[in-house]
């Protein structure tokens, strides 16, 4: 059985800052205060993803990817977010091949969250 995954789209930016500052209110210390839980909870969540992902543990996979999903979402990293959905659900459904096929992907786009964060006006 195959599932279709959906990745973001070109379109969907890597951090949706007017998302965040709406949701809230503008508040850059709020905002400041997220990131830093995110910089703090994320990298685990990702190393730990990577990892299992080469020792194929898909229960750490499943787990994490969800767990990482949820972070990326409250953030406002809609694109790793999506990704983290498609590596979660390949996951549950112990579909090795979705995983492989798209941990380049994953890192890619864990990568470019990090590089964002770092010129977002949160200060």
Known sequence: MSTDYALPGPDMPVIDESRLMAEFGGD???LAELRDLFLEHAPPLFEAIKQAIADED???????GHSLKGACATYGAPRLAMVC???????KGGDWSTIN????????????????????AVN
């Open 28 to 30: 850059r210390e709020i």
């Open 58 to 64: 898909i229960a750490v996979i499943a787990r994490d």
């Open 85 to 91: 959905k498609v590596i979660e659900l390949a996951a």
């Open 101 to 120: 096929e798209h941990c380049d992907v994953f890192v890619e786009e864990y990568q470019k969250v990090f590089e964002a964060i770092g010129s977002l």
